[in-house]
């Protein structure tokens, strides 16, 4: 069997590495291969990992100008990539286009699928000027309902109207939430429930460097006895964080942080940054947590049972899971402040809880990590692989 593994073309590591802890469930009985731009290949050759000798959205994707040439681009690199390999299985997160390449040449295919794709939340906790995280990015993402048309246009001949393209998306043979049930809640109503499996989160632990550990520990000497707190909204979202981190700062609290912001002189030795972190050591050194509830970022606190806060970005698909962890009483949620001009105040009601150590409901957060670890002990990729096949 030869699988061909496809990401969201601009969803950096968030929408890579599903798929790598995917393949690493069963990459040693099959030829699997992952489209990705040169840069990246290097990197996952050197993980073991085959890639389709194509440079997929590398520099030369920088005269793209808008939605419909980038729509255009993707649709031409993944058939590329089809003929190049002549895949029996393709396995893709979010990649919107997908359906049509697989249904084309009658190759069953696999999602990931996370909650934004099949909303459960109640509608009194839903804001109607919220959008999806893939529409809010950067200006060369496609929405969904344009990315559907596009596609549409580009494959005559494919069995797509403009009006069902995105319903034909998330009707794959296979969904693979990389959640559990008790946060990514299916409706009651869904369609075809049996083709939905949860895998637990799917993230790679990867162990701090010699480099990191040296330049966290001379951070740690400097900031002896304080709290840590760690904020960051991951690789893609760009709410600023900017007034968390002088609010820590000026309190006292050592900082870690993946947001690159200006940071006052005075407190420049309470903050540390880098782009990149190991989040599930991270998390397990941190007194507080503070995040975007991006996809499998707030898997990590509960698995390290660390206390955290939410912050809104305006993105239904983050502020979904969000609500419903506050709901479960394992953190507390700040909106974003053109939701709430009352959101600094409710941010500092909720770091009194946490300093007085009533945030969290630690039974249920070890609730949670109790199904998380069942979750992920229990999935069986070969499983999913034999129900797309039958």
């Not at 990459?27 to 389709?52: E, I, P, W």
């Not at 494919?158 to 946060?183: E, M």
């Not at 740690?220 to 709410?239: A, Q």
């Not at 479960?328 to 809880?353: A, C, R």
Request: glycine share 4%.
């Amino acid at each position: 069997m030869t699988i061909l593994n496809i990401p969201y073309f601009t969803g950096g590591l968030s929408h890579m590495l599903p798929l790598l802890a995917l393949n690493n469930k069963y990459n040693t009985s099959m030829n699997s291969y992952f489209l990705a731009h040169n840069d990246l290949q290097n990197f996952l050759k050197r993980k073991g990992v085959s890639c389709v000798p194509i440079d997929y959205f590398g520099d030369k994707t920088k005269h793209l100008k808008n939605r419909k040439q980038a729509i255009e681009y993707v649709m031409k690199k993944e058939k590329e990539a089809y003929e190049k390999i002549k895949p029996t299985l393709i396995i893709e997160d979010c990649s919107l286009t997908s359906p049509l390449i697989a249904e084309k040449n009658n190759v069953p295919r696999i999602s990931i699928q996370r909650t934004g794709f099949f909303r459960s939340i109640d509608k009194s906790y839903r804001n109607p000027n919220h959008l999806h995280s893939m529409e809010k990015a950067d200006s060369v993402q496609p929405s969904f309902a344009e990315s559907s048309k596009t596609a549409s246009r580009l494959l005559q001949n494919s069995k797509f109207d403009d009006q069902n393209n995105f319903s034909v998306y998330k009707s794959a043979k296979a969904k693979i939430i990389p959640g559990i049930p008790s946060l990514e809640c299916l409706p009651d109503n869904i369609e075809n429930r049996p083709s939905y499996f949860y895998s637990g989160p799917l993230f790679i632990k990867n162990k701090p460097s010699k480099n990191l550990l040296i330049r966290l520990g001379i951070f740690f000497e400097l900031n002896k006895g304080k709290p840590i707190v760690f904020v960051t909204t991951g690789t893609v979202d760009k709410t600023p964080v900017e007034k968390y981190i002088e609010y820590f700062a000026e309190r006292n609290y050592a900082i870690i942080t993946t947001n690159d912001c200006k940071i006052s002189e005075q407190y420049k030795h309470n903050v540390f940054y880098n782009k990149l972190l190991p989040l599930n050591y991270i998390c397990k050194i941190s007194d507080l947590v503070i995040h975007q509830c991006g996809s499998g970022i707030y898997h990590y606190p509960l698995i390290t049972k660390t206390a955290f806060l939410t912050i809104g970005t305006q993105c239904y698909d983050r502020e979904d899971i969000a609500q419903r962890l506050q709901k479960l009483g394992v953190s507390g949620h700040i909106p974003h402040p053109d939701d709430n001009p009352n959101y600094w105040n409710i941010f500092k009601k909720l770091m009194n809880k946490f300093e007085k150590n009533t945030l969290t409901d630690y039974n249920m957060m070890d609730r949670l990590k109790n199904e998380i670890d069942k979750t992920m002990a229990n999935f069986r990729m070969e499983e999913v692989i034999k129900f797309v096949l039958a």
